[in-house]
T-cell receptor
Framework: GESVGLHLPTLSVQEGDNSIINCAYS??????FIWYKQESGKGPQFIID?????DKRQGQRVTVLLNKTVKHLSLQIAATQPGDSAVYFC????????????FGGGTRVLVKP | NAGVMQNPRHLVRRRGQEARLRCSPM?????VYWYRQLPEEGLKFMVY????????ESGMPKERFSAEFPKEGPSILRIQQVVRGDSAAYFC????????????FGPGTRLTVL
């Protein structure tokens, strides 16, 4: 079936450096993509989203890039801080999947001081 | 503006008992979604409801699981005759509309079946 997957299960990054988290998706009909951050014991927290008619969107210290040609999504975090340590999930919606979100398996980001 | 509320936060049940999980969506949101998360895994969709209607239950197990979102009150996810494999975190999300809106998640209910 359709799925969203991540390349790296764990990412260690030095405080102050930039982080890049990657995600591959297989449903070419998906038209909406979201990145969530989940801290231990908490629910997923919305970070940023992007629609399929865009290839880049920026927020505060975060940028999402969408490459529909290769069905790839990435999240860039600038000047990574200790508070960024968490598990990050990409999710997609649309097409035959309707309104439900399909989540990837997650990438754990560990920020080293 | 309060976020999505879920209770209880932690629930312990013995095998064969019933588990009832509650979700109050954000104010103004009429669409509710339930997801299940096993340890170290991503969230899996279970069911999507609007007020008094089940819109998509394609992720719900065929037996023992049911969900409702009544006209008044919270959405309820009910698990009858729980088994150890039901132990997981159950998250509720809500959105004001469906097609193009972000889903905002609650803190989850962590169910442990002894």
């Amino acid at each position: 079936g359709e799925s969203v997957g991540l390349h790296l299960p764990t990412l260690s990054v030095q405080e102050g450096d930039n982080s890049i988290i990657n995600c591959a998706y297989s449903n070419s009909a998906s038209d909406y993509f979201i990145w969530y951050k989940q801290e231990s014991g908490k629910g997923p927290q919305f970070i940023i989203d992007i629609r399929s008619n865009m290839d880049k969107r920026q927020g505060q210290r975060v940028t999402v890039l969408l490459n529909k040609t290769v069905k790839h999504l990435s999240l860039q975090i600038a000047a990574t801080q200790p508070g960024d340590s968490a598990v990050y999930f990409c999710a997609e919606k649309g097409g035959t999947a309707g309104n439900k979100l399909t989540f990837g398996g997650g990438t754990r980001v560990l920020v080293k001081p | 503006n309060a976020g999505v509320m879920q209770n209880p936060r932690h629930l312990v049940r013995r095998r064969g008992q019933e588990a009832r999980l509650r979700c109050s969506p954000m104010k103004g949101h009429s669409h509710v979604y339930w997801y299940r998360q096993l340890p170290e895994e991503g969230l899996k969709f279970m069911v999507y409801l609007q007020k008094e209607n089940i819109i998509d239950e394609s992720g719900m197990p065929k037996e023992r699981f049911s969900a409702e979102f009544p006209k008044e009150g919270p959405s309820i996810l009910r698990i009858q005759q729980v088994v150890r494999g039901d132990s997981a975190a159950y998250f509720c999300a809500s959105s004001p509309r469906a097609q193009t809106d972000t889903q905002y998640f609650g803190p989850g209910t962590r169910l442990t079946v002894l």
